[in-house]
């Protein structure tokens, strides 16, 4: 299916909130999972940059594909950014 040009329509919600450093790494692992997996509805892309009890860590999710990778900068709960 060909989709005209100027009629797509996409609402997209945003949700940003503070997580604590020091968070387990697992913790947040599982709620990247359960993100990309549909638990909490359609979430289309969701990242973070969190200070979680394995270091500075990186977390990506694309349409259902989730990946974390330890992070070069530091979070800016971690004190500096």
Same mark, same amino acid.
């Given at each position: 299916?060909?989709?005209?040009?100027?009629?797509?329509?996409?609402?997209?919600?945003?949700?940003?909130?503070?997580?604590?450093? $020091?968070?387990?790494?697992?913790?947040?692992?599982?709620?990247?999972?359960?993100?990309?997996?549909?638990?909490? $509805?359609?979430?289309?892309?969701?990242?973070?940059?969190?200070?979680?009890?394995?270091?500075? =860590?990186?977390?990506?999710?694309?349409?259902?594909?989730?990946?974390?990778?330890?992070? =070069?900068?530091?979070?800016?709960?971690?004190?500096?950014?």
């Amino acid at each position: 299916m060909i989709i005209p040009a100027g009629h797509t329509h996409f609402r997209f919600d945003t949700l940003s909130f503070r997580i604590p450093a $020091g968070t387990s790494f697992e913790a947040l692992d599982r709620l990247m999972s359960d993100l990309a997996a549909g638990r909490f $509805g359609s979430v289309v892309r969701a990242k973070a940059l969190v200070a979680t009890d394995r270091g500075s =860590r990186r977390f990506d999710l694309a349409f259902g594909n989730c990946s974390s990778a330890p992070s =070069r900068r530091q979070s800016p709960t971690a004190g500096w950014w």
